[in-house]
Every structure is written in structure tokens, then in C-alpha cells.
T-cell receptor, first 116, second 113 residues
Framework: NAGVMQNPRHLVRRRGQEARLRCSPM?????VYWYRQLPEEGLKFMVY????????ESGMPKERFSAEFPKEGPSILRIQQVVRGDSAAYFC??????????????FGPGTRLTVL | DQQVKQNSPSLSVQEGRISILNCDYT??????FLWYKKYPAEGPTFLIS?????DKNEDGRFTVFLNKSAKHLSLHIVPSQPGDSAVYFC????????????FGTGTRLTIIP
């Protein structure tokens, strides 16, 4: 029973390039969340998605960041024109459909983005 | 605005003793609380949770206590083991459904053999 999968685990980009981070939720989970952890800080919520829908994007920066969770395939967090301040660990979490369990979120291993 | 606070960045405890990690929150709408454990270069691992209708939840060596009037919760680990050395995050949510988690800044626990 595979857990939440994220790839790549490490990503290096130069300023101005695009970063694409992928997340495959646990089997049977239909809710995906993205969080960002800056050095020496806690995790900060970015966006919450269900299949083909963005439910809550209140934590997403207004520009350059976007997320999707298509009907088929993994969820994608996309960062355009990266800047040094985007360097962080990006974690994806998933949870089962509403009504199953208590909504605990299970996290992937993270993608560590370094912007040169 | 830090709605979930872990005021102790680090804690050292002798092996076999009790570890107590504390967490305070300010948002009275939070009604579900979770503790996660995190090793370096890994994702957080869910440990234990508690809803606001309870004041205690126990799972093996881990017990979480909730004091709603004080907006305070604590995680007790007894007995502490070397493998418990990690960063512990407190998180909170506003309802039983699927909602974003608000995390504290973490407490680094070191168990001394």
C-alpha cells in the first residue's frame, strides 16, 4: 500500500525558470494539499484540491504559482519564473474522501527546490 | 499571525523519562488537533490526534491532552526512546472534514541515551 509519492525529490532551477512538482496521493484518497516549509519554519498551507477542482487556494501566492489535480494523473504544483525566495521544501499530503476517517492528512517525502 | 505556537524550539530528555511537548493556539474555531513527527529530509508522519469534545487521547506510548479553556494541548511520550528524536509539529483544523492544517513551528526533541 504505497504512501503519498512526490517527484522529483530534489529540483534545482535557475532564476526565471519554471519548476513543476508532482504528487500522487495514496490509493483511495481524493483530497490533495500542498504545503511549503521554509528553513527553520513550520509548514504553511498553500492549496487544497479535489479531482479537477481547487477547493481552497488561500495560501497560494497571487502570482507565478498554480496547482491542478486532473481527472487522470498526479497533482501538479507549478512555479513560473522562480526566484531565490521560492527555495523551500514543498510537501504534498492526501486524505480520504469526506466521511471516511477523521481527515488526517498523510504526507509525502517532499520536493526540495533550490533556486540558484 | 501565528495561530498555533510551539514556544520551545528544542527539548532534551533522558532515555526512559517522560517527554512533554507543548502547543498553544489562539483561534477558538479550531476543533481538531494533530501531532506529527518529522525526521530530516522526510515528510511529516502522523502520530496522534484529538477532537475538541475530548480532553485526552492515548495511543501506546503517546498521549495527547487538550485544555480548551486554556487553548493548550500537550503531547506526552513515555517512556522516551532514542528513536523518538525528531522534530514534532502541532497542527490544528477547524472541523472534522477535510480542511487545511495550521502548523506550529515545531519542537526538536533529543533523547539522550
Amino acid at each position: 500500500n504505497a504512501g503519498v509519492m512526490q517527484n522529483p525529490r530534489h529540483l534545482v532551477r535557475r532564476r526565471g525558470q519554471e519548476a513543476r512538482l508532482r504528487c500522487s496521493p495514496m490509493k483511495g484518497h481524493s483530497h490533495v494539499y500542498w504545503y511549503r516549509q521554509l528553513p527553520e519554519e513550520g509548514l504553511k498551507f498553500m492549496v487544497y484540491l479535489q479531482k479537477e477542482n481547487i477547493i481552497d487556494e488561500s495560501g497560494m501566492p497571487k502570482e507565478r504559482f498554480s496547482a491542478e489535480f486532473p481527472k487522470e494523473g498526479p497533482s501538479i504544483l507549478r512555479i513560473q519564473q522562480v526566484v531565490r525566495g521560492d527555495s523551500a521544501a514543498y510537501f504534498c499530503a492526501s486524505s480520504p474522501p469526506t466521511g471516511q476517517g477523521f481527515g488526517e492528512q498523510f504526507f509525502g517525502p517532499g520536493t526540495r527546490l533550490t533556486v540558484l | 499571525d501565528q495561530q498555533v505556537k510551539q514556544n520551545s524550539p528544542s527539548l532534551s530528555v533522558q532515555e526512559g523519562r517522560i517527554s512533554i511537548l507543548n502547543c498553544d493556539y489562539t483561534n477558538s474555531m479550531f476543533d481538531y488537533f494533530l501531532w506529527y513527527k518529522k525526521y530530516p529530509a522526510e515528510g511529516p508522519t502522523f502520530l496522534i490526534s484529538i477532537s475538541s469534545i475530548k480532553d485526552k487521547n492515548e495511543d501506546g506510548r503517546f498521549t495527547v491532552f487538550l485544555n480548551k479553556s486554556a487553548k493548550h494541548l500537550s503531547l506526552h511520550i513515555v517512556p522516551s526512546q532514542p528513536g523518538d528524536s525528531a522534530v514534532y509539529f502541532c497542527a490544528a483544523r477547524t472541523n472534522f472534514g477535510n480542511e487545511k492544517l495550521t502548523f506550529g513551528t515545531g519542537t526538536r526533541l533529543t533523547i539522550i541515551p
